[in-house]
C-alpha cells in the first residue's frame, strides 16, 4: 500500500537515507513524504504500528522488475529429450543416435531412451534391454541413470539425466 491507500493512524517513519525516524502520525508522515517528493510505501503492514517508509515507488517497483527478469534469463529450464531405439538397431544407427544422446547430455538436458518392441519382438524384452544398458555404459562418464530399463506396455523406458 502507499500514500493514501494507507489505513493507520500511527506509522513507524523510515526516511528516504533508512534512518529510523520514530512513530509519528499518519498524516505527518504523507506530509514529509510529500515534501520530499516522494511516496509512502508500507513495507511491514502486519506490524504494531504498520512500517512505513519514505521512498520512490516507481523506480523501487523499476529495479524489483529488473532483478526478476534477470532471475528468469539466468535460470535453466531442463528439457526431456527422447532418443528412439529398436531392439534390431545395427551398429551405425546406434552410434548415431549414442551422438545424439550425449550432445542432449552435453547442453544439460535429460534423456528418454526408449526401445520400442514390434510384433513378437516383444517376447524377447532382454534384447532391448542390452540395448539400453549399452547406451547407459556408453554415457557412464557424464551421465547418471535416473531409472533404470523398465518395460511400459510395448515399450522398454529409461531416462539419463547429466552429472
Not at 25 to 39: G, I, W
Not at 89 to 108: A, G, M, S, Y
Not at 110 to 126: D, L, N, P, Q, Y
Request: aromatic share 4%; glycine share 4%; net charge positive.
Amino acid at each position: 500500500m502507499i500514500n493514501e491507500e494507507i489505513r493507520a493512524k500511527e506509522v513507524r517513519l523510515i526516511g528516504g537515507e533508512g534512518e529510523q525516524l520514530g512513530i509519528v502520525p499518519y498524516r505527518e508522515a504523507l506530509q514529509m513524504a510529500v515534501d520530499a517528493n516522494l511516496d509512502l510505501v508500507n513495507v511491514a503492514p502486519q506490524a504494531k504500528p504498520p512500517v512505513c517508509r519514505i521512498m520512490d515507488y516507481g523506480k523501487f517497483r523499476y529495479e524489483q522488475q529488473k532483478k526478476e527478469k534477470e532471475a528468469r534469463k539466468n535460470q535453466k529450464v531442463v528439457e526431456l529429450k527422447e532418443v528412439r531405439f529398436s531392439a534390431t538397431i545395427d551398429e551405425h544407427d546406434f552410434q548415431t543416435k549414442l551422438r545424439n544422446v550425449l550432445k542432449f547430455l552435453n547442453e544439460q538436458d535429460k534423456v528418454k531412451c526408449s526401445v520400442r518392441f514390434r510384433g513378437r519382438e516383444i517376447t524377447h524384452a532382454s534384447i532391448g534391454q542390452k540395448v539400453l544398458e549399452r547406451v547407459a555404459e556408453e554415457a557412464k562418464d557424464i551421465c547418471v541413470v535416473e531409472r533404470r530399463p523398465k518395460l511400459e506396455g510395448r515399450s522398454m523406458i529409461m531416462i539419463l539425466s547429466p552429472k
